[in-house]
């Protein structure tokens, strides 16, 4: 099942443009694309934030684009590298935004499905991030996909247009854009028929 109407956001990479990460939610957000959703993509130096601030409501143009972003998108694509055995500062400070849809209806991440991708030189290491993005997903109160993805880049390599010659870590993450596609698309369908039921009954 197909449908345009399904909003999904891809976020990832580090400092460095075109990184590994980066690389690897494009691909997931391919996936995503392949299965009928519209996908904006939010990546690299565009995460390059303030440190997220409780006590001042100002934001900058890029800041406030990003929680835009979320605010609408029926789902989430996360990958972030791993430093020293953990989610980058970069990538962990673009997530403490969503701090900026506390009071949003629904809030934070309430009812999307987030899919996880984590990238490192060395499996110790996507292993132990990967479970930080799905500690962090829980706490925002989404819902990790069923399959994230641990990319060993000193074993996955990937060419300038994004694909690599590892055809099962390409599948893995195009497999991951593919279910926060289908989760989101059951949800959709779920909370129209609840509206569709609601009207039928006041």
């Given at each position: 099942?197909?449908?345009?109407?399904?909003?999904?956001?891809?976020?990832?990479?580090?400092?460095?443009?075109?990184?590994?990460?980066?690389?690897?939610?494009?691909?997931?957000?391919?996936?995503?694309?392949?299965?009928?959703?519209?996908?904006?993509?939010?990546?690299?130096?565009?995460?390059?934030?303030?440190?997220?601030?409780?006590e001042t409501s100002d934001r900058t143009p890029q800041a406030l684009a990003l929680v835009e972003a979320i605010r609408g998108a029926h789902g989430l694509l996360v990958a972030s590298p791993s430093y020293h055995g953990g989610v980058s500062g970069m990538m962990k400070n673009a997530l403490d935004y969503i701090e900026d849809l506390a009071a949003h209806d629904p809030p934070y991440l309430h009812g999307r499905a987030v899919g996880c991708i984590a990238v490192a030189y060395g499996w110790q290491a996507t292993v132990s991030t990967l479970q930080q993005l799905r500690q962090i997903t829980h706490a925002l109160r989404g819902w990790p996909t069923p399959l994230g993805a641990t990319i060993n880049a000193a074993d996955t390599r990937f060419a300038e247009d994004?694909?690599?010659?590892?055809?099962?870590?390409?599948?893995?993450?195009?497999?991951?854009?593919?279910?926060?596609?289908?989760?989101?698309?059951?949800?959709?369908?779920?909370?129209?028929?609840?509206?569709?039921?609601?009207?039928?009954?006041?």
């Amino acid at each position: 099942m197909t449908d345009s109407s399904i909003s999904i956001v891809a976020i990832g990479g580090s400092t460095r443009p075109d990184s590994s990460s980066e690389r690897a939610v494009r691909l997931a957000a391919r996936g995503a694309q392949e299965a009928g959703a519209h996908v904006t993509t939010i990546t690299g130096r565009e995460l390059m934030l303030p440190i997220y601030d409780t006590e001042t409501s100002d934001r900058t143009p890029q800041a406030l684009a990003l929680v835009e972003a979320i605010r609408g998108a029926h789902g989430l694509l996360v990958a972030s590298p791993s430093y020293h055995g953990g989610v980058s500062g970069m990538m962990k400070n673009a997530l403490d935004y969503i701090e900026d849809l506390a009071a949003h209806d629904p809030p934070y991440l309430h009812g999307r499905a987030v899919g996880c991708i984590a990238v490192a030189y060395g499996w110790q290491a996507t292993v132990s991030t990967l479970q930080q993005l799905r500690q962090i997903t829980h706490a925002l109160r989404g819902w990790p996909t069923p399959l994230g993805a641990t990319i060993n880049a000193a074993d996955t390599r990937f060419a300038e247009d994004g694909s690599t010659a590892d055809a099962a870590a390409a599948e893995q993450l195009r497999t991951i854009g593919q279910q926060v596609v289908e989760f989101a698309t059951m949800r959709s369908t779920l909370t129209a028929s609840s509206d569709i039921a609601d009207g039928q009954t006041s």
